[in-house]
């Protein structure tokens, strides 16, 4: 991995003032309040219910683009709603476009500023982390401040992120075992099917909140 990361450390969501509601792992259910608010200011519709999957770097090869280009007809099917940070090769900005023209309730793209990353943040449910690079570890380390569950290859940041078990009920990630649109299509349904849980996802998310 690159010692250098063009990637800044934000506060904690208990600490930012420019999302929607603060909160901490003790106060987690406010979370909601920054996802409905969320999903009203960028034109998704506000439901609760729907996985809100978050991609916070610029859609470029380094950070796995190609790979969320092969998912997206899997996010289609599924009904998830998908917030990305609108910056990238021009190749996957036209893309997502042409997917957000056909699916305009189901994706955002987001203008690229501060304000706008910390209320993704905020907001998503799940990060789709998709390479090993020192801006995905920042991303993830970032992540887990506000209550974020990742989803990433299992290899890639082994400190920080642990496959979530249920019958054990420990690990605050959805982790796949190698590099392919499969695998982490598979991760996602997992992710959803846990989602259906409210009381036991915010145990996964309050996991993240506190071991970071």
């Known amino acids: 991995m690159s010692s ?3 990637v800044q ?3 904690s969501a208990a600490y930012d003032n420019k999302i929607y509601a603060k909160f901490s792992s003790k106060t987690i259910e406010k979370k909601a309040v920054n996802k409905e608010e969320f999903q009203k200011e960028f034109g998704l519709i506000p439901e609760k219910k ?3 999957v978050g991609f916070p770097l610029p859609l470029t090869e380094k950070n796995g683009a190609s790979l969320l280009e092969a998912i997206l007809p899997g996010i289609e099917a599924i009904g998830v709603q998908l917030a990305v ?3 990238g090769t021009e190749k996957y900005q036209q893309l997502l476009n042409d997917f957000a023209n056909e699916h305009h309730n189901q994706i955002v793209i987001l203008e690229n500023n501060d304000d706008n990353l910390r209320k993704l943040y905020s907001a998503s449910d799940v990060m ?3 390479k090993n690079n020192e801006d995905n570890l920042v991303s993830v380390e970032n992540a887990l401040m506000y ?3 990742p989803i990433s290859e299992e290899s890639y940041f082994p400190k920080q992120l642990k496959d979530y078990n249920p019958n054990q009920e420990t690990g605050n990630a959805f982790l796949y075992v190698s590099e392919n649109e499969w695998q982490i299509f598979g991760a996602i ?3 959803i099917e846990n989602f259906k849980f409210p009381y036991d996802w915010k145990n996964i998310a309050r996991e993240g909140l506190e071991g970071i």
Do not use: D, E, N
């Open 189 to 191: 349904v997992r992710a």
């Open 50 to 52: 729907t996985l809100l």
């Open 85 to 87: 940070m609108g910056i």
């Open 147 to 149: 209550g974020i569950v």
């Open 4 to 6: 250098f990361s063009q």
């Open 128 to 130: 789709l982390f998709l």
């Open 9 to 11: 450390k934000l506060p």
